[in-house]
């Protein structure tokens, strides 16, 4: 295992999770500002969710780490799923559901203004919500989503901080037992040599498999 990789991956999406749990906490109260938060939360626990998957190796020597998450995996699949199909880009299939669920986007699409485009923002959130279904069944929910109806919008936001602090824990767990097994230089005693070698940086483009 790359433990630099992990603990650097572990160490991001914790501070993505705190940061933007804390600013929508404050409750901004831009519509807007509040959905780029929500999609930020969501983009953050669905780095979790691949977080998970390079570092597994590490339960057998802290199982405590995968206590911390077992219970809540699904949880953190379904906003990979939001991710995946509503927030790093937007499934056709998702734009012609949402069109289906809100009507009223017949209009709101030829308006322009921040108003039109969080509500159809919104709206994509709620689509991409309700087809994580299992057949009939919603795979998280009782009922669809419809932000908003407030007892619909505290049951998702309540949902979504319930994750986060359990991200924000897992990702601290994880980042500290990674940092066990790194064999970092003593920045204070190898300053020298580490400069030097950061000057003599050569960047090259990095491909998506590294």
Same mark, same amino acid.
């Given at each position: 295992?790359?433990? &630099?990789?992990?603990?650097?991956?572990?160490?991001?999406?914790?501070? !993505? *999770?705190?940061?933007?749990?804390? +600013? @929508?906490?404050? #409750?901004?109260?831009?519509?807007?500002?509040?959905?780029?938060? &929500?999609?930020?939360?969501?983009?953050?626990?669905?780095?979790?969710? !691949? *977080?998970?998957?390079?570092?597994? +190796? @590490?339960?057998? #020597?802290?199982?405590?780490?995968?206590?911390?998450?077992?219970?809540?995996?699904?949880?953190?699949?379904?906003?990979?799923?939001?991710?995946?199909?509503?927030?790093?880009?937007?499934?056709?299939?998702?734009?012609?559901?949402?069109?289906?669920?809100?009507?009223?986007?017949?209009?709101?699409?030829?308006?322009?203004?921040?108003?039109?485009?969080?509500?159809?923002?919104?709206?994509?959130?709620?689509?991409?919500?309700?087809?994580?279904?299992?057949?009939?069944?919603?795979?998280?929910?009782?009922?669809?989503?419809?932000?908003?109806?407030?007892?619909?919008?505290?049951?998702?936001?309540?949902?979504?901080?319930?994750?986060?602090?359990?991200?924000?824990?897992?990702?601290?767990?994880?980042?500290?037992?990674?940092?066990?097994?790194?064999?970092?230089?003593?920045?204070?005693?190898?300053?020298?040599?580490?400069?030097?070698?950061?000057?003599?940086?050569?960047?090259?483009?990095?491909?998506?498999?590294?």
């Amino acid at each position: 295992m790359d433990f &630099v990789h992990i603990a650097i991956s572990a160490r991001l999406a914790h501070g !993505d *999770l705190v940061a933007a749990d804390a +600013a @929508l906490e404050t #409750d901004p109260s831009d519509d807007g500002v509040r959905l780029i938060l &929500v999609k930020q939360l969501l983009v953050s626990c669905a780095n979790v969710t !691949d *977080l998970e998957l390079i570092c597994r +190796a @590490l339960y057998k #020597d802290h199982p405590a780490i995968s206590e911390i998450i077992t219970p809540h995996r699904r949880n953190f699949e379904f906003a990979k799923y939001i991710r995946n199909i509503a927030v790093g880009h937007v499934n056709p299939a998702l734009s012609q559901k949402t069109l289906e669920w809100r009507p009223e986007l017949n209009v709101v699409l030829t308006q322009p203004g921040a108003p039109a485009e969080a509500f159809l923002g919104y709206a994509v959130l709620e689509s991409a919500i309700n087809t994580f279904v299992d057949g009939e069944r919603h795979r998280i929910f009782e009922s669809d989503t419809d932000l908003a109806y407030p007892p619909d919008l505290t049951r998702f936001l309540n949902f979504l901080g319930s994750t986060v602090h359990v991200g924000i824990a897992y990702c601290a767990a994880v980042a500290a037992a990674a940092l066990e097994h790194t064999n970092l230089p003593n920045f204070n005693e190898h300053w020298l040599e580490l400069s030097a070698k950061a000057g003599a940086t050569d960047f090259a483009f990095i491909t998506r498999k590294g």
